[in-house]
């Protein structure tokens, strides 16, 4: 390899937009390939918590994300049915605590800034990609119009289903969780009853919840995503079903009445399975590495399955920079090694489904700074 390496990254989800914005910064020379013929804004919310947020600030729009999303003065959690609050952990003061604020925000407004921020002529729609193969002295793409690239180095931000796994790892279906998750986005409900509708409320029973919150500052829209059991024969060629809101007044029979208020307002409902794998093996291997849903797809349980994807782009960007391109082999491990076990260990939590139930202290996940903690050897 001699010059700038050439990096393809595949997949344009939200890590693989993260990394390519962050590399082509840096100086790389940056191909971001996307199976999606063009832009599509996904209806669902999303949280970005500091530890993201810092990295958004690397890519430029920090700013921006905080004109649109709304910023909770807590994290509250309730009792489904009786509304009894069990736990209730700051989030205003995020900026002071933290290092940068806690938003919620609607998935698309955020894919879209971030989308924004990769040069439109890095950025290649309608490009599948079909194989990968490390060659030994490049890696080879193939994609599904026929066409072929070449790259000295390949990210696979390809998500759950990620063709650049499989070729590290062999063939091996995603599990599936036992649980899926409702999602509906919506105009924010003008009540005549006195109901709790706090910012950012998950209202919890032991098998089953309900995460709301606003996905704009001007509070008008509003998203709840649920956690049920179900979904164990899911179509894995399937991304997401059509719900209703019978199907919701089944699951939450009971529930209390801002519950079944949201369910009666909300309109387009769609149903989601939750998939999961094992920590993996390897992170990487020769000229190839994964990021994000890629090597550690999570239950979203924590609103932190896009953090780590994003935070495993500013790792990689780092450790590229530390040991220098033509090192990138190093700069994979030592990228592993400091993502691993962080990693993992949101998947633990967000699988045992705990987070923030009861008051606890959260800093240990929202106070990371991917730029700024010690890096591991
Ligand atoms: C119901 C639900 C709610 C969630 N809520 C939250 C939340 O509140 N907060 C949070 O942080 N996370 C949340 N998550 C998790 C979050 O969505 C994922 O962790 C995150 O999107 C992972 O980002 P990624 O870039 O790694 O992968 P993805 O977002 O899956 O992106 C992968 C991209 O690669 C493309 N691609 C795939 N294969 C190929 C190929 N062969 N060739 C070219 N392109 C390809 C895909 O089209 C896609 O654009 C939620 C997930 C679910 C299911």
């Known amino acids: 390899m001699a010059g700038t390496p050439r990096i393809a990254i595949i997949g344009a989800g939200l890590g693989g937009c993260t990394a390519a914005a962050l590399l082509h910064q840096a100086g790389y020379e940056v191909r971001l390939y996307e199976q999606a013929p063009a832009f599509s804004r996904l209806g669902a919310g999303i949280h970005l918590g500091p530890n993201l947020m810092q990295v958004m600030r690397r890519v430029g729009i920090e700013e921006q994300l905080v004109k649109v999303g709304n910023e909770p003065d807590f994290w509250y959690s309730r009792d ?58 490049d890696v080879r793409l193939v994609f599904s119009d026929g066409t072929t690239e070449t790259a000295d180095i390949v990210v696979g931000a390809d998500g759950v289903n990620s063709v650049v796994r499989e070729r590290l790892l062999g063939p091996e279906l995603p599990q599936h969780t036992g649980y899926a998750a409702h999602r509906a986005v919506f105009r924010t409900p003008m009540q005549s009853l006195d109901l709790p509708f706090d910012m950012c409320t998950k209202w919890w029973a032991d098998d089953r919840h309900m995460m709301v919150y606003y996905v704009t500052r001007k509070k008008d829209e509003i998203y709840f995503v649920t956690g049920v059991p179900g979904g164990e024969d899911w179509n894995l060629d399937v991304r997401y079903t059509p719900s209703t809101k019978q199907e919701l007044r089944e699951t939450f029979a009971g529930w209390h009445p801002t519950v079944q208020a949201l369910i009666e307002e909300a309109q387009e409902i769609t149903f989601w399975p939750l998939l999961e794998r094992d920590p993996l093996p390897l992170w990487s291997r020769g000229r190839m590495v994964l990021l994000g849903d890629a090597c550690h797809p999570m239950k979203p349980h924590m609103g932190q399955g896009a953090a780590m994807a994003i935070e495993d782009a500013g790792m990689l960007v780092r450790c590229l920079r530390e040991l220098g391109p033509h090192r990138y082999e190093q700069a994979f491990k030592l990228y592993e090694t400091n993502r691993s076990g962080r990693a993992a260990k949101v998947q633990k939590v967000s699988h045992e489904n705990t987070w923030l139930r009861r008051d606890e202290d959260p800093s240990w996940c929202f106070g990371y700074d991917v730029f700024s903690v010690p890096l591991m050897q």
């Open 80 to 137: 489904g049915r009786t509304g009894e609050i069990t736990g209730k952990v700051p989030l205003s003061d995020s900026r002071v605590r933290y290092g940068a604020p806690y938003l919620t925000i609607h998935r698309g407004d955020f894919a879209q800034l971030l989308a924004d921020a990769v040069p439109a002529s890095i950025l290649k729609y309608g490009k599948k990609v079909d194989s990968v193969e490390d060659t030994g002295d």
